[in-house]
């Protein structure tokens, strides 16, 4: 068990990391805070796919649950990151989901002939698309 506070709140986090100068505490709090954003985007890849609700025990069905959200994860990270340098923006401003839902526009624009990269449609597009979201207000701290 590892304990830490962060922000004035304590946190316990069970691990079988044994030696402590393998994994720090604060190392470890990081590891566990970056699992939920790994959970939120299969979630949410899942949801896109149409995959949330597929239910199957075959080994086939169960490979497909797992290989085609983190597939199509990896290649809307890497559009997102590309919307944002075009944009200038930091990716977390710059919707999975929007970008994902705007494949469809940019694949239909090719097909009229339109010969912009993916990047610039889609920077062009923006606010169309609403690709880029809203900032966040700051949450005051207790």
Sequence with gaps: MVEL???GKW???LTNVLEPD???AVEIGWLYRQRWRIEDAFKQ???LLGLAYFHTSSINGIMVQLWSPWLLYSVLIDLVDEVA???KLPVERISVEMVYRGLYHYSEALKRGESLSIGEYYAKRAKILSIVKAPRKRQ???
Aim: net charge positive; hydrophobic share 35%; proline share 0%.
């Design 45 to 47: 890849v899942k949801r």
């Design 85 to 87: 340098c075009e944009l």
């Design 140 to 142: 005051l701290q207790a």
């Design 22 to 24: 393998r994994l720090s």
């Design 5 to 7: 506070e962060y922000a």
């Design 11 to 13: 946190y316990r986090y």
